[in-house]
């Protein structure tokens, strides 16, 4: 078992920053990759963008692209999401999962919310125009 509880949601103004942080306890957490989704009111889940077990190799949607920064520290158990210049649309509860690493190689993989086996309970997120 993985337990991941995410942290670091808040209100903010559009153009401001955030930085959620996923931290886990439980089995052994450099043996997995780690996602980051979220969901807006009456909106599918969204894949936003995935780290691998050794922080090596990142992954990230179009629409944070460039925005969105994706780390990890391994001796914390923690992975970060740093997202600038948020915009309203935003606005969202944002999740992060843990897919086994032997499972995903590629985007392709990552962003497919079927192969994560453990997500956290959400941090919202809101951003104010």
């Known amino acids: 078992q993985v337990q991941l509880v995410e942290s670091g949601g808040g209100l903010v103004q559009a153009g401001g920053s955030l930085r959620l942080s996923c931290t886990a306890s439980g089995r052994t957490f450099n043996s997995y990759g780690i996602g980051w989704f979220r969901q807006a009111p009456g909106k599918e889940r969204e894949f936003l963008g995935a780290?691998?077990?050794?922080?090596?190799?990142?992954y990230y949607a179009d629409s944070v692209k460039g925005r969105f920064t994706i780390s990890r520290d391994n001796a914390k158990n923690t992975v970060y999401a740093q997202m600038n210049s948020l915009k309203p649309e935003d606005t969202a509860v944002y999740y992060c999962a843990a897919v086994p690493d032997y499972y995903c190689s590629d985007y392709g993989c990552y962003d497919r919310d079927s192969w994560y086996d453990y997500w956290g309970q959400g941090t919202q997120v809101t951003v104010s125009s």
């Open positions: 780290i691998n077990w050794s922080g090596e190799n990142t």
